[in-house]
């Protein structure tokens, strides 16, 4: 079956940085668009960013500039690289694809930017 499993989070201070990964299975990874999303406390899930199959990328405007989505068909594994952070960028932090019109989400890992 499909699984999303993230990881990579923690405790950073405002203005550092943490890489966050999503190893994948169960489906031709290769075949699929990948995103991210967060969800933060009392608020909606929120998308973050979006990498093609053919590698294009594209970022909420709040985190342009800061954030980097890649991937790595090898391993089946997307990354979200996160600069610059934030205190309101406290989440958890989910992966996400699209499989045979069915979305599914990973668990999550949690980030906490506070000093």
């Known amino acids: 079956q499909v699984q999303l499993v993230e990881s990579g989070g923690g405790l950073v201070q405002p203005g550092g940085s943490l890489r966050l990964s999503c190893a994948a299975s169960?489906?031709?990874?290769?075949?699929?668009?990948m995103s991210w999303y967060r969800q933060a406390p009392g608020k909606e899930r929120e998308w973050v960013t979006t990498i093609t199959t053919a590698g294009s990328t594209n970022y909420a405007d709040s985190v342009k500039g800061r954030f980097t989505i890649s991937r790595d068909n090898a391993k089946n594994t997307v990354y979200l690289q996160m600069d610059k952070l934030k205190p309101e960028e406290t989440a958890v932090y989910h992966c996400n694809t699209r499989w045979r019109w069915i979305n599914y989400w990973g668990q999550g890992t949690q980030v906490t930017v506070s000093s």
């Open positions: 169960g489906f031709t990874f290769s075949s699929c668009a």
